[in-house]
C-alpha cells in the first residue's frame, strides 16, 4: 500500500545543475577587472577602482545571467531554455575525455541542439524521438555525466 507522499508527482525534481564558471573563469575576471585599473591609472586611482568595480559587476552579472541550468523532472528535461517532454527522450550516454572531446567536435551532427560550456569537458547526448521534431539529438556539457544518466534513465 503506497501513500500520496510516497508517489512521484511530475514537478518532483530528479536532477537538477547549474553550468556555473569554473574557479579559473572567476580568477580571468578579476585579472581583468584588476587591469582596468591600469588603463585608467594616468587619469587618477580613485577613477581606476571605480573602473574595476563596474567592470567585475558587469562580468558577474552576464556570467551568471548566462549561466544554464539542466533540470529533469518525472515529465520533462530542461536544458537552458530549452524543454521537451521525456517520452521523446530516447537513448542517453554520457561522454568523458577524448570521447567528449569527439562528440563536441568531429563527430558532431549540426542539427543537434547544444550547450556547451568550455569550461566543463563532459557531455551527455540525449536522443530525441519526437517524430515532429528534427533535432536528432541534444548534446549538452554537465559535470556529472553518469547523474545525470541516471536520472535520465529512471
Request: glycine share 6%; with cysteine.
Amino acid at each position: 500500500m503506497s501513500s500520496p507522499s510516497s508517489q512521484t508527482p511530475a514537478s518532483t525534481v530528479l536532477y537538477t545543475e547549474r553550468l556555473l564558471p569554473s574557479f579559473w573563469i572567476w580568477v580571468m575576471v578579476f585579472g581583468a577587472a584588476c587591469a582596468s585599473i591600469l588603463v585608467f591609472l594616468p587619469i587618477s586611482v580613485e577613477t581606476g577602482i571605480i573602473a574595476a568595480v563596474v567592470f567585475a559587476a558587469i562580468m558577474v552579472t552576464l556570467l551568471l545571467l548566462s549561466t544554464p541550468t539542466i533540470r529533469v523532472t518525472a515529465d520533462t528535461l530542461q536544458v537552458g531554455k530549452a524543454e521537451i517532454e521525456r517520452r521523446y527522450v530516447g537513448a542517453v550516454e554520457g561522454f568523458r575525455g577524448d570521447d567528449a572531446t569527439y562528440q563536441r567536435g568531429r563527430g558532431l551532427n549540426a542539427t543537434a541542439f547544444m550547450c556547451f560550456r568550455g569550461w566543463i569537458s563532459p557531455v551527455v547526448k540525449i536522443e530525441i524521438t519526437d517524430p515532429a521534431d528534427r533535432t536528432p539529438y541534444w548534446l549538452t556539457s554537465t559535470r556529472h555525466p553518469e547523474e545525470l544518466v541516471r536520472a535520465l534513465n529512471s
